[in-house]
């Protein structure tokens, strides 16, 4: 079992930037692939970035390219998503979530979210 734990989230003017924490509580999640979700209230979780447990591989939704980043230090035992040029539209609660297969949509453990709010 890992329980993972995000942190970061806030309030931010768009424009500017945030970066995101996940890290597993009391455990490690060296071998899993971890990802970064988005849900607003009223719609469905949507796939934001995704790493491989090397870090040698990245995935990114095409409306965060270019402005996120998601990295990872297994020596931290941390995952990171560094978001600039926020917009609005980027608000929503983030998850993350860590699995032994990368994926857009399929993983065996989530966090319990932190909220990103952008103001126009």
């Known amino acids: 079992q890992v329980h993972l734990v995000e942190s970061g989230g806030g309030l931010v003017q768009a424009g500017g930037s945030l970066r995101l924490s996940c890290a597993p509580s009391g455990g490690t999640f060296l071998t899993y692939a971890v990802a970064w979700f988005r849900q607003v209230p009223g719609k469905t979780r949507e796939f934001v970035a995704a790493?491989?447990?090397?870090?040698?591989?990245?995935y990114s939704a095409d409306s965060v390219k270019g402005r996120f980043t998601i990295s990872r230090d297994n020596a931290k035992s941390s995952v990171y998503l560094q978001m600039n040029s926020l917009k609005p539209e980027d608000t929503g609660v983030y998850y993350c979530?860590?699995?032994?297969?990368?994926?857009?949509?399929?993983?065996?453990?989530w966090g319990q979210g932190t909220q990103v709010t952008v103001s126009s």
């Open positions: 979530a860590a699995g032994r297969i990368i994926s857009r949509t399929m993983y065996d453990y």
């Open positions: 790493i491989t447990w090397s870090g040698g591989s990245t």
